[in-house]
């Protein structure tokens, strides 16, 4: 197969023109964040945020245009708008921007009712596994709450939805590239019977993903829409750290069932864990609960259990802000090497102490999300008055 060149790309999409300004897009600077791995090719294309509801032909003229070089097996383009002045001041409409956070006293945001249509119909829940800040183990809790589920007979996908830092090929140990058969829905990868998707596949491993907001959340869009996710009991979704641009898309433009909020039992994990409690409350996404990751540690040598970051902080934390402790995983070698091995401990030792309290952690959340039809959960939109 012919190695694709970034060259390519622009010299194909040079005999793309914007339709009011008569120019191609190349030379307007329209096209930015190229990324051209294995055939596989992404970018956004910059427009007035005024113009975007009307300029969806450009953006699948594009993609025609990018899809007839020699060589692509798959092409993702994406509208968005981030420029001042000339390009606006105002997000683009498919892309919604986030407002920083108000002062002291000034009015808060407030759910609403979103008419929008569901990106993913042929999923029954969407369940977000989240966490305040980074280095609490979230990843590796969302595939093994995944797989878990998949474990107990659902039919499980998971998205890893951290543009920035994408884990899910690593530790799911899976190193291919999404197909497709138009050049536009992408086939998710598919490991332990769980279909997989995320940037990881199109980007290398080493590369940073430089990206602005209105591109990372449309990027997150299309993962969802312009996926083949067929017909699933639960799609997981690994959400990124923090409370940013990732957590207010999948809050407005999907029907979310609920989220799952991981932190370790230190207070300072806590306090940022809060946080992301309280934004998915803000936003009507009911919070399932909190896992404790890393609760304690079991010397392998000696058997002697040390509370390195402290015990029982979320489950605290959980009573007192009133919601569900759902559970509690150990900081154990097992689980750290099979997860950078790509083989989680959940199918690599279905049996063990570990496995068994992801499980457990799993059927606390179907029992809550798996009675009632709460993937028709109408999406929020968010109103600042």
Not at 26 to 38: C, T
Not at 182 to 206: A, N
Request: charged share 20%; aromatic share 4%.
């Amino acid at each position: 197969m012919a190695r694709v060149t970034e060259d390519q790309i622009l010299a194909a999409l040079k005999a793309v023109e914007d339709p009011d300004k008569g120019q191609d897009i190349v030379s307007l600077g329209m096209v930015s964040g190229l990324v051209v791995k294995d055939g596989n090719v992404g970018f956004a294309i910059e427009v007035d945020p005024q113009r975007g509801p009307e300029l969806e032909p450009l953006r699948q003229a594009a993609e025609k245009a990018v899809d007839t070089v020699p060589g692509v097996l798959s092409v993702t383009a994406v509208l968005t708008a981030h420029r001042p002045g000339a390009q606006g001041q105002q997000p683009a409409p498919q892309a919604p921007q986030p407002r920083a956070q108000a002062p002291a006293g000034a009015p808060q945001a407030r759910p609403a009712q979103n008419t929008q249509k569901t990106l993913v119909p042929g999923i029954k829940s969407i369940i977000a596994v989240a966490s305040g800040k980074g280095g609490v183990g979230k990843s590796t809790t969302a595939i093994n709450l995944a797989l878990a589920l998949k474990a107990s007979g659902l039919t499980v996908g998971i998205l890893d939805a951290d543009i920035y830092g994408p884990s899910l090929p690593r530790m799911m140990g899976i190193s291919g590239r999404p197909t497709t058969d138009d050049g536009k829905i992408l086939k998710p990868l598919e490991r332990f019977g769980v279909k997989c998707m995320s940037i990881g596949f199109l980007v290398p491993e080493d590369t940073p993903t430089i990206w602005r907001g209105p591109m990372v959340m449309s990027a997150l869009e299309q993962m969802l829409r312009d996926v083949l996710w067929g017909e699933l009991d639960v799609l997981v979704v690994d959400m990124p750290p923090g409370t940013g641009d990732a957590q207010l898309t999948m809050s407005q433009r999907v029907p979310l069932a609920g989220a799952v909020i991981v932190s370790t039992p230190q207070d300072i994990a806590l306090l940022d864990a809060r946080k992301g409690l309280n934004m998915f409350r803000k936003v009507d996404v009911p919070v399932l609960g909190i896992i404790e990751n890393m609760s304690y540690f079991l010397c392998p040598s000696c058997g002697e259990r040390s509370d390195i970051f402290g015990h029982g902080g979320a489950r605290d934390e959980a009573e007192r802000i009133g919601v569900d402790f759902l559970g509690e995983v150990p900081l154990h070698m097992d689980i750290r090497e099979t997860s950078d091995a790509g083989n989680p401990i959940v199918v690599s030792a279905p049996d063990s102490a570990h496995s068994v309290a992801y499980k457990a952690i799993a059927e606390k959340v179907w029992s809550k999300i798996g009675s009632g039809d709460t993937g028709s959960r109408a999406a929020p939109n968010i109103v600042f008055n």
